[in-house]
């Protein structure tokens, strides 16, 4: 496993060392590549976790209609922090949030400090390691975190780790991106010849099928297809059409944004909110 480095700045990854095969230096250098990713990332405000707004919007959304006053909820790879802002403004919760990156966390500390909210404790800390947290969580959040874990077998073991920060009875919501959402936009493209649409070099998405038939120590309340609307609109519809006018689709067009007012239909999500209980 990769070894991470307490530094006074946060974590950073170190180089791995020479005796180790090309594959487990390759996954290292991976590693080392993401996180770097992310540090620059954290440099550029309201994008900085992705330039999809209202996906962005509509993931904030999904989240929210779990959250009851006084639970106390977890937000891992909190990015700038906006979703742990925006939950705390909305309800009487208390926050913990973490990411790996220290440019992140100083980006949600300085976001929460512009919206007059100053209870909820961001710090860094790796996805890897979640267990080492002391406190018990009647909620955790994830939101496109684990697809940024180097393979399938480490989201596995995250997961499992993120149980053992749930109250018996808490829950994880999970909103990551879908191989098979993926795998049915892509059908849907190619049916209107549009290329298809490749996760981007530091992503893994997850793995659905392979995940159902998982034995995880978590159980699996629902999962939640709730952006199918938006990437039917957006990456089907809209698509078609710019390419129609020679254009490139727009993140921000108004056919996207007409799925902030029609109800979800279809199976098309390529981000989806899984929720799993601690049935212990
Ligand atoms: C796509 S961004 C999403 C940020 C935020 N959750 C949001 O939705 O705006 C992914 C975030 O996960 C963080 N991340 C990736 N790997 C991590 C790890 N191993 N531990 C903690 N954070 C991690 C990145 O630094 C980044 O802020």
Redesign the pocket.
């Known amino acids: 496993m990769l070894a991470v480095m307490g530094t006074d700045h946060g974590i950073q990854y170190q180089k791995p060392p020479r005796n180790l095969s090309r594959d487990v230096r390759r996954n290292h250098g991976m590693k080392e590549d993401?996180?770097k990713f992310?540090e620059e990332?954290?440099k550029k405000g309201i994008k900085?976790?992705?330039k999809d707004l209202i996906l962005?919007e509509l993931?904030r959304k999904a989240i929210s209609s779990f959250l009851t006053n006084g639970l106390h909820v977890l937000?891992?790879?909190?990015?700038?922090g906006?979703?742990s802002i925006e939950m705390r403004q909305h309800f009487d919760v208390h926050v913990d949030a973490?990411?790996?990156?220290p440019g992140?966390v100083s980006a949600a500390t300085e976001n929460a400090r512009q919206a007059l909210i100053s209870d909820i404790n961001f710090f860094v800390?790796?996805?890897?390691e979640v267990d080492s947290l002391e406190k018990k969580y009647d909620l955790v959040v994830?939101?496109?975190?684990l697809i940024?874990?180097s393979d399938y077998n480490t989201q596995v073991e995250v997961i499992k780790r993120i149980s053992k920060v749930l109250k018996p009875g808490g829950l994880f919501l999970m909103c990551e991106s879908s191989k098979r959402g993926l795998d049915t936009i892509n059908t849907a493209r190619v049916s209107l010849e549009l290329d298809q649409i490749t996760p981007p070099w530091h992503n893994v998405y997850i793995d659905d099928d392979k995940l159902a038939s998982e034995a995880l120590p978590l159980e699996l309340a629902q999962r939640l297809d709730f952006s199918s609307t938006y990437y039917f609109l957006s990456r089907v519809v809209n698509a078609k059409m710019a390419k129609m006018n020679g254009s490139l689709p727009d993140y921000d067009s108004p056919i996207n944004k007409w799925a902030l007012q029609l109800p979800v239909f279809g199976q098309m999500g390529q981000t989806i909110l899984w929720i799993w209980r601690n049935p212990h």
């Open positions: 993401v996180y992310w990332q954290s900085s976790g992705t962005d993931e937000e891992v790879g909190c990015g700038d906006r979703n973490f990411d790996y990156s992140m800390h790796d996805l890897n994830s939101k496109r975190a940024n874990l």
